[in-house]
């Protein structure tokens, strides 16, 4: 009998990937279904009409399902794969725009946005976990939705199912090697430690030789001068620190506080873009007629199909499909520090490379972070633990703590009056924070 995957926030743009992934791949899935769950019912028929059709076209051996039913989708299930977003960009948008006024940056997974995403998260994540104990108990649960870290600290202090947090920053890892080394992407095994949005390339293995130093060379010798402003400061931070940080253009909000909201207030942020809407718009119509095509293809040339239905559905995925087959293979995965980074205290969650097959994920020893980037590490680890606290009790003054301990706020008087506008322009989506 094949293995039973549930995607809870079956409606995600992102689940197109998850589909695709797994059709390409059905010999590895041969048998396996797909039980796609949602709380909207609209989005979630456009995916399921497109996986049919996926299915159909490959000849695959798989076979797909939606359902409005979470408990429905949960039992029985090998797998489950969260993939939502609570309060949708709607939220996003208060997460951004609010913290801008009192003039401090903020997204999904930094700053207040992240910690307030948290705290909408994590109820709704804890209320799936405590139906898979028991509905399916042994199932693994990949974590996909944001912000990854809070949510695997969560999940770890709740409930005892096995789980799997994951980012797919470090596979950009692959991409900068292929592009500045010339050697293949697929062959690449990064060696990445540090906190969520927050990691550091320790090591990059190809054929057995670690080309990380060489590809820190390239990387401080290339041209930026076009490239995004992100780009630029990931840059800039490998020539300060000498060591290539992962998803350079997160970490930059921390290296460059000031031009960052500065940046954000002048020339927009993702999360406030006005065209967000036409180009959301636009994935899904394709996706509408992918579900009707007699041979469907993405056009990868639609703005953010790439991200949508590229590498990062497939490292979800790619991830069940490791367990699955017992495939052995690196991924980073937030977890609890083990003794895997030396210097950051045991049971803090951090990120880092870990060994992924039919027994979980086993975290890689990977030793000391570099004195230089310690600090601001444990900062927000010790942050993202006040946040979960908050989160789970709806305590306002831990709320306040966390925020305060996040390296991205800098004035009391304005995260008290930050907070108190965050909590009423998001009191639909944080009822633990009413009482």
């Given at each position: 009998?094949g293995?039973?995957?549930?995607?809870?926030?079956?409606?995600?743009?992102?689940?197109?990937?998850?589909?695709?992934?797994?059709?390409?791949?059905?010999?590895?899935?041969?048998?396996?279904?797909?039980?796609l769950?949602?709380?909207?019912?609209?989005?979630?028929?456009?995916?399921?009409?497109?996986?049919?059709?996926?299915?159909?076209?490959?000849?695959?051996?798989?076979?797909?399902?939606?359902?409005?039913?979470l408990?429905?989708a949960?039992?029985?299930?090998?797998?489950?794969?969260?993939?939502?977003?609570?309060?949708?960009?709607?939220?996003?948008?208060?997460?951004?725009?609010?913290?801008l006024?009192?003039g401090?940056?903020?997204?999904?997974?930094?700053?207040?946005?992240?910690?307030?995403?948290?705290?909408?998260?994590?109820?709704?994540?804890?209320?799936v976990?405590?139906?898979?104990?028991?509905?399916?108990?042994?199932?693994?649960?990949?974590?996909?939705?944001?912000p990854?870290?809070?949510?695997?600290?969560?999940?770890?202090?709740?409930?005892?199912?096995?789980?799997?947090?994951?980012?797919?920053?470090?596979?950009?890892?692959?991409r900068?090697v292929?592009?500045?080394?010339?050697?293949?992407?697929?062959?690449?095994?990064?060696?990445?430690?540090?906190?969520?949005?927050?990691?550091?390339?320790?090591?990059?293995?190809?054929?057995?030789k670690?080309v990380?130093?060489?590809?820190?060379?390239?990387?401080?010798?290339?041209?930026?001068?076009?490239?995004?402003?992100?780009?630029?400061?990931?840059?800039?931070?490998a020539?300060?620190?000498?060591?290539?940080?992962i998803?350079?253009g997160?970490?930059?909000?921390?290296?460059?506080?000031?031009?960052?909201v500065?940046?954000?207030?002048a020339?927009?942020?993702?999360?406030?873009?006005t065209g967000?809407?036409?180009?959301?718009?636009a994935?899904?119509?394709?996706?509408?007629?992918?579900?009707?095509?007699?041979d469907?293809?993405?056009?990868?040339?639609?703005?953010?199909?790439?991200?949508?239905?590229?590498?990062?559905s497939?490292?979800?995925?790619?991830?069940?499909?490791?367990?699955?087959?017992?495939?052995r293979?690196?991924?980073?995965?937030?977890?609890?520090?083990?003794?895997?980074?030396?210097?950051?205290?045991?049971?803090?969650?951090?990120?880092s490379?870990?060994?992924?097959g039919?027994?979980?994920?086993?975290?890689?020893?990977?030793?000391?972070?570099?004195?230089a980037?310690?600090?601001?590490t444990?900062?927000?680890?010790?942050?993202?633990?006040?946040?979960?606290?908050?989160a789970?009790?709806?305590?306002?003054d831990?709320?306040?703590?966390?925020?305060m301990?996040?390296?991205?706020?800098?004035?009391?008087?304005?995260?008290?009056?930050?907070?108190?506008e965050?909590?009423?322009?998001?009191?639909?989506?944080?009822?633990?924070?009413?009482?």
């Amino acid at each position: 009998m094949g293995k039973k995957i549930a995607v809870i926030g079956g409606g995600s743009a992102y689940v197109a990937g998850i589909v695709r992934t797994l059709v390409e791949r059905a010999e590895e899935m041969a048998g396996a279904s797909l039980v796609l769950e949602d709380i909207r019912p609209e989005r979630q028929e456009t995916m399921l009409a497109l996986g049919r059709n996926l299915i159909r076209a490959r000849g695959a051996d798989l076979k797909i399902s939606a359902t409005l039913d979470l408990d429905e989708a949960l039992e029985g299930a090998d797998f489950v794969i969260t993939c939502f977003r609570i309060g949708s960009f709607e939220a996003l948008n208060l997460d951004v725009s609010i913290p801008l006024k009192h003039g401090i940056y903020g997204d999904e997974t930094s700053g207040p946005g992240g910690i307030f995403f948290a705290c909408r998260t994590i109820p709704v994540v804890v209320d799936v976990v405590k139906r898979m104990e028991r509905l399916c108990p042994d199932a693994f649960l990949v974590n996909y939705a944001n912000p990854t870290s809070f949510i695997a600290d969560a999940v770890r202090r709740t409930s005892a199912v096995t789980q799997l947090s994951i980012c797919s920053g470090f596979l950009g890892v692959a991409r900068q090697v292929a592009q500045f080394l010339g050697l293949p992407a697929e062959d690449v095994v990064p060696i990445t430690a540090g906190v969520n949005h927050y990691t550091w390339l320790l090591h990059a293995y190809v054929d057995g030789k670690d080309v990380a130093p060489d590809l820190l060379r390239k990387l401080c010798e290339s041209d930026t001068s076009h490239s995004s402003w992100g780009w630029q400061r990931g840059v800039e931070i490998a020539r300060t620190y000498g060591i290539v940080p992962i998803t350079g253009g997160h970490m930059a909000d921390y290296f460059f506080r000031r031009e960052s909201v500065a940046h954000a207030k002048a020339d927009g942020h993702w999360g406030l873009t006005t065209g967000r809407g036409e180009r959301h718009s636009a994935v899904w119509q394709h996706y509408e007629e992918l579900a009707k095509a007699d041979d469907p293809q993405f056009d990868m040339s639609i703005a953010g199909m790439h991200h949508l239905v590229g590498s990062v559905s497939d490292l979800a995925a790619d991830l069940v499909i490791a367990i699955a087959n017992d495939g052995r293979k690196v991924f980073a995965v937030n977890m609890p520090n083990e003794g895997q980074i030396t210097n950051m205290p045991r049971g803090e969650i951090v990120e880092s490379s870990a060994l992924v097959g039919a027994f979980g994920a086993l975290p890689l020893a990977v030793g000391d972070l570099p004195d230089a980037v310690l600090p601001m590490t444990e900062m927000l680890a010790r942050s993202r633990k006040l946040a979960v606290d908050a989160a789970l009790s709806g305590d306002k003054d831990t709320l306040l703590y966390a925020l305060m301990a996040d390296p991205l706020v800098d004035s009391l008087p304005e995260a008290k009056l930050m907070m108190a506008e965050m909590l009423e322009a998001q009191a639909q989506w944080l009822p633990q924070f009413a009482r």
